[in-house]
C-alpha cells in the first residue's frame, strides 16, 4: 500500500523570518503541505545574514540557516510596499489554508492583512502569528530575538556559575521551543476546521513558550518564596551531578546520580565499592554538602579514560550518563545514522549540503525535507503562473515594476 502525505493538499503562506515561523511552517511542508515562504530582496529572511556560510563566503544564498529551516518549501520575494505586490498577496490569501507571520504586532495590519480583515474576506482561513510577547498587552510591541526572548523568561538568570555573571543559554533557546508549540496549534486548528467548517486565530508568545520550562522553578518561588539562581551543573536531588573531564582534548561526559543505590552501584562500577560506605558520601545530603570533593573524586577517575568508555561503564551499571557530543560525534552518532536523520539535498547556490530530518516517523506516512530551501524568489515563475494563474505578460511586468524585490 502505498503511503500518503498527511497534508498532502495542503495550502501555507509563509510570512515569517527567522526560526520559530519557518520551522512551524516546515512540518507542514515536510509532510507534503504546498508551502511558499514569502520575503523581500530589500528584506530578506534574517537567517540568510547568519553564517555559517558555503565556503565563508557571505552571501543571502550561502547561508546553512535558511535553506534548512525553509525546506520542502517554494521561495517567493515580495516588496509588500508596491500596491500590486499587496494584490499578489492577496490572490495567495484566497489561495492558502494557513497564513503564517511573523511580524511586530502591526505590520500585517498596516498593509490591511491582519485577522480580522482576512477574515472577512476568508473566514475558514487559519491565521497564526508569532512574535516576542503576543499580538496584545504592555510588551506585545517589544522586538528581539529568541535569545533575547530567553533572558525575558527567566533562563539566563539560571544559567553560569554562582559567583560570576548569567550565561545565556546556547543559541535562540525560545526559537527552538516555540515550533512545537505552534506547530501543535495549528495542526489543532485544521482538525476544529475539518470537523466545524470555522476558521481559527493563532497568537503564539515565545516569552510564554519559554516560560512554560521553567515551571518548577516558577513554583519554586510561589509556593516557598524562593528565588533560584546560578548553580552550575549542580541540581538539588542529584550528587554527582556534573560534566567531567575525560581523556582528549575538550573531552567530557555528564554524569548523574540521584539515589542511595545508584550511588552505591557507582562506587562499583569505578572499582571503589568501600567508597559508598564513607560517611561523607553515605546519603545524597551528605554528598551534597561535599559536592566539592566529591567531583574532584569523581573527575580523578574519568579523567584517566575516554569519554566513550566512562559512559559504556556507567550505563552498564545503570547510571545516567552521556557523552557531551560534539558536531564531530553528533555526526557520526550509529544512533541518528540508523534512523537516517540527516539528508542530503541539492540547493541551487551552494550545491549538496546536509539538512535535519524530521525527528519522529509516521509508519503510514512518507517524510521530508523534499527539497532544499529556496534561493531568493526561486519560484517567483512557478507559484505565479501556476498558483494563482498569472499570466507571462503579468509576471514580466512585475518584475520590470519591482514587484518581486
Not at 506547530?183 to 470537523?195: E, G, H, K, N, S
Not at 579514560?305 to 550509529?334: F, K, T, Y
Amino acid at each position: 500500500m502505498q503511503k500518503q502525505w498527511p497534508f498532502e493538499g495542503l495550502k501555507v503562506l509563509d510570512f515569517t523570518s527567522g526560526a520559530v515561523g519557518p520551522l512551524t511552517v516546515r512540518y507542514l511542508a515536510d509532510h507534503g503541505a504546498t508551502a511558499v515562504h514569502v520575503e523581500s530582496r530589500l528584506r530578506p529572511d534574517v537567517c540568510r545574514t547568519a553564517g555559517p556560510f558555503k565556503d565563508r563566503i557571505p552571501d543571502l544564498d550561502r547561508s546553512a540557516w535558511q535553506p534548512n529551516y525553509n525546506a520542502s518549501k517554494f521561495g517567493l520575494t515580495l516588496n509588500m510596499e508596491l500596491p500590486r505586490a499587496r494584490a499578489i498577496a492577496w490572490k495567495l490569501i484566497e489561495w492558502c489554508d494557513v497564513l503564517a507571520e511573523g511580524y511586530t504586532p502591526g505590520v500585517m495590519a498596516r498593509w490591511g492583512m491582519d485577522y480580522e480583515s482576512v477574515r472577512q474576506v476568508k473566514p475558514e482561513i487559519i491565521y497564526f502569528s508569532t512574535c516576542q510577547q503576543g499580538q496584545y498587552g504592555p510588551h506585545a510591541d517589544f522586538r528581539g530575538y529568541g535569545n533575547h526572548a530567553a533572558a525575558v523568561a527567566g533562563m539566563n538568570h539560571l544559567m553560569g556559575w554562582p559567583d560570576r555573571e548569567p550565561a545565556a543559554v546556547f543559541g535562540a533557546y525560545t526559537d527552538f521551543i516555540s515550533p512545537r508549540f505552534s506547530a501543535a496549534a495549528v495542526i489543532a486548528a485544521l482538525d476544529f476546521r475539518r470537523r466545524t467548517g470555522k476558521g481559527q486565530y493563532i497568537d503564539l508568545s515565545q516569552f510564554e513558550a519559554g516560560v512554560t520550562f521553567l515551571a518548577p522553578v516558577i513554583m519554586d518561588y510561589t509556593v516557598n518564596g524562593r528565588v533560584q539562581t546560578r548553580d552550575g551543573n549542580r541540581v538539588p536531588d542529584a550528587a554527582p551531578h556534573n560534566a567531567y573531564r575525560c581523556l582528549g582534548a575538550d573531552r567530557w561526559v555528564a554524569i548523574a546520580v540521584h539515589r542511595d543505590d545508584e550511588w552505591e552501584a557507582f562506587c562499583a562500577a569505578v572499582g571503589d565499592p568501600s567508597l559508598s560506605n564513607d560517611a561523607k558520601f553515605q546519603t545524597l545530603l551528605e554528598r551534597k554538602q561535599n559536592e566539592e570533593e566529591l567531583d574532584r573524586l569523581v573527575e580523578a577517575w574519568t579523567s584517566t579514560r575516554s569519554p566513550e568508555e566512562v559512559v559504556r561503564v556507567m550505563q552498564s551499571a545503570g547510571i545516567a550518563a552521556g557523552l557531551v557530543a560534539n558536531e564531530h560525534d553528533v555526526w557520526e552518532d550509529p544512533q541518528m545514522k540508523h534512523r537516517e536523520h540527516f539528508k542530503t539535498l541539492e540547493h541551487n547556490v551552494i550545491g549538496p549540503h546536509t539538512y535535519d530530518g524530521v525527528a519522529f516517523k509516521l509508519s503510514k506516512s512518507p517524510q521530508g525535507p523534499r527539497w532544499a530551501g529556496p534561493t531568493l524568489g526561486q519560484h517567483i515563475g512557478e507559484v505565479c503562473s501556476e498558483f494563482l494563474g498569472m499570466s507571462e505578460d503579468e509576471i514580466a511586468e512585475c518584475l520590470v515594476e519591482g514587484v518581486f524585490e
